[in-house]
């Protein structure tokens, strides 16, 4: 689609849309809901409190309905092993236990990621 025919598409778009909003504007249920949220928020305020508490008040069992979210354990993944790389061609030896390794980055560089993996000792 050329830009000139997506900009159109767009700007038709933007008409219904815009024409969408200003009917919602001059419709009554609308504004009587917009009406009461602004109420009910300031009458909120002014007792100091919260929809979570207005729907505590309401329904006392919807938090125990509510599954909660499953916490992870601090410290429960299992901890990476080490492993040692020894470079062939200087004899040089890299104990690692993440891929974040200077020198393990820099021999990957130069000689392939495949070839150093293959250094791995056993």
Known sequence: MSRLAEFRALEQQLA???A???SLKNDDGL???IEFEKKLRDLL???GYSLHNIVAI???QAATRRAPAPVAEKGS???RQVKVYKNPHSGELVETKGGNHKTLKEW???Y???EVESWLAK
């Open 58 to 60: 309401l329904d006392p």
């Open 31 to 33: 504004k009587r809901e």
């Open 112 to 114: 392939g990621s495949e």
């Open 16 to 18: 219904a849309q815009l």
């Open 20 to 22: 969408e909003l200003e």
């Open 77 to 79: 993944r299992k901890p």
């Open 108 to 110: 990957k560089a130069q």
């Open 45 to 47: 305020g002014e007792y």
